[in-house]
């Protein structure tokens, strides 16, 4: 483990799982391991399995970085797994992962410190068959009529997300939305313009990076939207009015703070014709691939990611010190 200095020089990385995003986990930890290697650190990249545990314990490394994506890795699991074996680890607790993970329990965490955040329900796989699908859908349509977005409660990367005009598009979507989650989420759309705002804290408390502007071609920021060269365009800063940009920063750091996050975090909001931020849903282990959110906004504000990489690192090392 780290000695008196409480600095972090082995670390080894986590990507790869066995999660839907587990392509993008592996992307997000070369680019990871790549950057903190290029800073001085002893850096090792590690694909989890029934190995992992042992090793870890035989040899515990100073720290460790799970950039994995997914239920693999942003459920708390691994994270409660850590915390027993006292691991220093990058990112947010296990219980703060947890809370982060679901939408719809961080949707309620948010607005109860004033964040808004679109009108939604969700809804369970058993519910939707025992109460029939067609029952439980005019009462949807009722409080929510189209359109809507429709996403399974817990996932990332939007994978199973769907956008929805009309009612037999609702009824794809809550199918599509049941094969990666238990629980659907249908959610107010919102209009505007959608961004995402990285939220750091190396030591000194979180510090919002410049929101990133989302246009994806397509219309839609999906899973190939977000991960396809070419498929979206990016604008770091985003194309907004500073006084909006400050609203918006506001909204994300109060998010952060609200879910106990740590570390790192990236809070994806849209914001409406009015100007008002609206909370989606926030990540406790973004992206970290050439193409993600993260790295551009570390870009806009003149970091270095390499040396952000190394100093959340450290961070993580006197934190769990403490």
Avoid at 16 to 31: C, K, P, V
Avoid at 147 to 157: C, I, L
Wanted: glycine share 10%; charged share 20%; proline share 6%.
């Amino acid at each position: 483990m780290t000695g008196d200095g409480a600095r972090a020089e082995r670390v080894v990385v986590l990507a790869g799982g066995i999660s839907h995003e587990r392509d993008i986990s592996l992307r997000s930890g070369r680019q990871v391991a790549d950057a903190l290697a290029a800073h001085g650190l002893h850096v090792e990249l590690r694909d989890p399995d029934a190995s992992l545990l042992p090793s870890l314990m035989a040899q515990p490394p100073d720290v460790i970085w799970p950039t994995l994506h997914g239920a693999s890795g942003e459920d708390g699991a691994l994270r409660s797994l850590l915390e027993f074996l006292g691991l220093p680890y990058v990112g947010s607790s296990a219980s703060a992962t947890r809370l982060a993970w679901d939408k719809p329990t961080a949707k309620s965490l948010v607005s109860r410190v004033g964040v808004p955040t679109p009108h939604s329900i969700s809804l369970t796989r058993d519910a939707f068959r025992e109460l029939g699908a067609e029952s439980v859908l005019d009462v949807v349509r009722g409080e929510l009529p189209p359109p809507v977005a429709v996403k399974p409660a817990q996932g990332g990367s939007a994978q199973g997300v769907s956008l929805v005009d009309t009612d037999e598009e609702l009824r794809r979507a809550m199918v599509l939305a049941y094969t990666y989650c238990d629980v659907a989420l249908i959610e107010q759309r919102i209009s505007g313009t959608e961004v995402c705002i990285g939220v750091i804290d190396t030591g000194d408390g979180p510090v919002a990076l410049p929101p990133v502007e989302i246009e994806p071609l397509s219309g839609f920021y999906d899973f190939e939207a977000r991960y396809n060269a070419g498929a979206t365009r990016f604008y770091a800063p985003a194309r907004i009015d500073g006084a909006v940009a400050e609203r918006a920063t506001e909204v994300a750091l109060a998010s952060h703070e609200a879910l106990g996050l740590r570390h790192l975090s990236r809070i994806d909001l849209i914001i409406d014709g009015t100007g008002t931020p609206w909370f989606l849903e926030a990540s406790v282990m973004p992206g970290l691939t050439e193409t993600s959110t993260l790295a551009l906004a570390l870009d806009a504000a003149g970091h270095d990611v390499g040396w952000v990489y190394a100093e959340l690192a450290q961070a993580a090392v006197r934190d769990a010190r403490r």
